[in-house]
């Protein structure tokens, strides 16, 4: 069974710093990545990281958050820099498995708030 447990979410001022980190377990992952959702607004990608190392990020955090994964943890983090009041949201981990990568799995969400 594949599970996804995220950790990190807490309550930061503006221009803190704060590591989200999603360990998997039950498969082997290709891409992993993470999405966010703020109240009112729709979900979106944060970061996305193949198993390879190649990153894609959305342009509100390019410069200010990093990406990373540790294949042999099977643990994906993100590193939130400089962060905003508007970067407030749920972050939902998520992790792409399957011999043609046809299957994707949510983690349970963490809050991050960002006080200004």
């Known amino acids: 069974q594949v599970r996804l447990v995220e950790s990190g979410g807490s309550l930061v001022q503006a221009g803190g710093s704060l590591r989200l980190s999603c360990a998997a377990s039950g498969s082997i992952f290709n891409a992993m990545g993470w999405y966010r959702q703020a109240p009112g607004k729709q979900r979106e990608l944060v970061a996305a990281i193949t198993r390879d190392g190649t990153t894609n990020y959305a342009d509100s955090v390019k410069g200010r958050f990093t990406i990373a994964r540790d294949n042999t943890q099977n643990t994906v983090y993100l590193q939130m820099n400089s962060l905003k009041p508007e970067d407030t949201a749920v972050y939902y981990c998520?992790?792409?498995?399957?011999?043609?990568?046809?299957?994707?799995?949510w983690g349970q969400g963490t809050q991050v708030t960002v006080s200004s």
């Open positions: 998520t992790a792409d498995w399957g011999v043609k990568t046809q299957f994707r799995t």
